[in-house]
């Protein structure tokens, strides 16, 4: 069949991190499609499909997606099928065919010809055609994807299985088949497979260039710095003092280059400035000139003295979780503008990272968070329960999160286990899974020893370089009283609600190992209420004792959006924005807030008016990096009144004294002499610079709950 005439869904170039846009083809659109139900269909390969498969299918969406014309979500094999003729212009190069990612196990046919096999449904793979096509370079395509029912021992993240995992309340429909973008690009026979760039020198990139093919041992590899990168929207593109001197090396019997380009002169990364460079590799060798760009940054992560340090600047995380699903698409973006959409959500909510939860997002996505500053916490899909397989399985997958993600500045933690996702909640009791996964992390390091890593996310950590935890306590005070704890190091363990319903205490180390002193804390997940106005105002309290101790390096909450049946986003999965009650997010994670000395009780009713103290104390917490000078400033305002509308010199603000705010200390607190409402209203406090800007904003609510035997 010929490609559908429609618009081709997911047209960009896949890739800007390893980049041949100049000469590529999309084979996003529609193919033919055959589910395989019984899984028997055509055993001797294409040859016994037959001439009219049975459906279509738009790529790149899987097969259990709506957007895909399927929706079979419980579909465990199909078989795809289009022709496609290689543009004239191409010349001499070799053909490949490059698939995003296919979960899970994809075999691969052309004109008849099998030419490939692939497992793993997160990775990127391609495949030499060229020996395939036929005399008018046109080429069926044929792939059979089997996506498991059972996946509890593949790494599949979220994605649901049958049987089902332990934590299959807070799992999500499957995503099957191919469900990145597939496409055909010219290339040398060897050539760069793939280039991890670090900038963490902040004076330089060193380089290390995989390469592939039938010369890769001795080839030559050479790196230049690229003069002419243009500007786009949003995107800050490197100058230098002096032009850097490109470099040139031979790869080694692995067909690996490691290389050194000085960029003297030339400007950091920094989610302030995120300055980008782009790279030229060229690979020679007697197959001919590979050529390929890449994208990189000056940019250094460390973890010391007890806390994170970016360029030498003490970091305080204001993460959120992303999963990465869309209502329609699943996994898939809709679009690409809807991968940058998102990360444009959690810069308006105030946040500076995003924790992209147990999922290889797609290319574009760590690109975009390259250009607008994001922050991110990578972190591989993980398998349901404990094998040798599921180990060997995740150990692959996490490897190839290095490879093909390395060079992004953005990714500052890199995270593996999540919750013992991958060890039955039992790392406790198995010394043999302990030094498996202390293995594992000192391989990972050695793959990168130049970001933090995060061995098992939430509670028993074995071997980390930040202890997190995740707590969803839902009474306030005794959240505080724990949060406390556990950031000042007074406290060893916490109680954590199970799938069954229980509690059950966690430890944050596994004994008898302990985490080195001088690691970074911070809570990695909360969020608590059931309704979106309880949502916000919880979000608000937990935050500002976040916020309140100095010893904490951050946070991050949950989550960015919902998903399906999981209710617990600041914004619908359609990405409209909730209800919040008139709290807004982006004054709970601005880089300064407020610290309020309430335990409050309801939302709207957070101090009884009729219990009012004769001063409010009110601290600030900044995260900046100068000092700031001002004074506290408050007034009341109607009930439920929005923040922000009408803060400045109107009747009755309360000021407080001139104050002094250093970074990462939290402030004395000042006591703000607010008059008592004489019923239910809302206190508007902030922080206001000498020079009038508002840094800081808060509310306090005064309200009466009546309790139901009193009406």
Known sequence: MSPSPTPVPRPEYPRPDLDRSERWLALNGTWELQPDESGTLAPDGPADLPDR???????????SSEASGVHEPWLATAWYRRTVTVPDGWGADRVFLCFGAVHHEARVWVNGRLLAEHVGGYLPFDVDVTDALDADRAAEIVVRVHAPLDKRDLPHGKQRSLPSDDYDSVSFSPTSGIWQSVWLEPRAATHAAAVVAGGDSLTGFDVVVHVAGPRRADARVTIAWDPEAAADAGEAVASAVAAPVPVSGSTDDDGTARLRLDTPGAAPWHPDAPVLHRLRVTTESSDGVDRVTTWAGLR????RDGALWLNGERLYVRGVLDQGYWPRTGMTAPSDDALRHDLELA???????VRKHIKLEEPRWLHHADRLGMLVWAE?????????Q???AFE?????MVRRDGSHPAIVVWGLYNEEWGYDFGLHREPVWQDELAGLVARFRALDPTRPVVDNSGWHHVDTDLVDWHCYITDLPTWAEVTAGLTNGTRGSFPVPFPSGLWHERALHVEPRRVPPGAPVLNSEYGTGHTTVDRAWAMQWQTQELRRHDAGSGYVYCELTDVEHENAGIHFADRSLKDTGGLASSDVHAPTTLVVDVLPAAPGADIDPDRWPDALPVHVSHHGTRRLTGRLRARWTRPRGTVGAGLGDGAGVVDGPAMTVEPFVLS????LPVPRPDGPARLLVWFEGDDGT????????AGSIERSEER
């Open 53 to 63: 498969l049975a459906s279509r299918i738009t790529v790149p969406f899987a097969w």
């Open 300 to 303: 250094r992560v460390e973890t």
């Open 347 to 353: 810069a308006r909510a105030g946040f500076n990272l």
């Open 380 to 388: 591989p899909p993980s398998p349901g329960r404990h094998s040798a």
């Open 390 to 392: 599921g180990a060997a």
């Open 396 to 400: 692959e997958v996490a490897a190839g």
């Open 668 to 671: 004395a607190p000042v006591a």
């Open 694 to 701: 508002s840094h800081a904003r808060a509310v306090v609510d």
